[in-house]
């Protein structure tokens, strides 16, 4: 069953211009450690940065509330399974949601698809619950 479904598309440009601005503290405030030390490493680290920005702003849509009702920006991170595909990590806030929201007896999954073309990042979630066990 289907929970909820996000999409967001950033503008890399955008991203750039809010790292050359505001640097650590743009960083700090919005993205996690894992998704800091991640898009560091990258050639390109606005495009990374700019697809998991994306990834937020459509994870908090997936899941009704935007970014307010107690969930902020890193409450959500962009991580990836052991196969390297990506999904979403929730905490604070952001985890509380999904609880509420996620029938008794399932669970809930975390489906994330990211792109890139310069100038822009794109980012779908989708939240499913699935039966426990």
């Known amino acids: 069953m289907i ?7 950033s503008d890399i440009r955008r991203i750039q ?12 405030r919005v993205f996690t450690e894992i998704e800091r030390a ?8 606005a ?3 700019a697809k998991r920005f994306a990834a937020k702003e459509a994870c908090a849509k997936a899941l009704g509330t935007g970014m307010r009702r107690g969930v902020f ?28 929201m996620t029938p008794p007896g399932m669970k809930a999954v975390i489906h994330l698809s990211l792109t890139d073309d310069h100038p822009y990042a794109q980012a779908f979630v989708i939240i499913e619950a699935l039966p426990e066990g």
């Open 17 to 28: 211009a809010s790292l050359d601005r505001f640097g650590d503290r743009f960083r700090m």
């Open 73 to 100: 920006w890193r409450d959500m991170g962009v991580v990836n399974m052991r196969s390297g595909q990506p999904t979403m990590a929730l905490t604070g806030g952001a985890l509380a949601r999904l609880q509420e």
């Open 3 to 9: 929970l909820g479904l996000g999409s967001d598309l």
């Open 47 to 49: 495009a990374s940065y």
């Open 38 to 45: 991640r898009s560091d490493r990258k050639a390109d680290a």
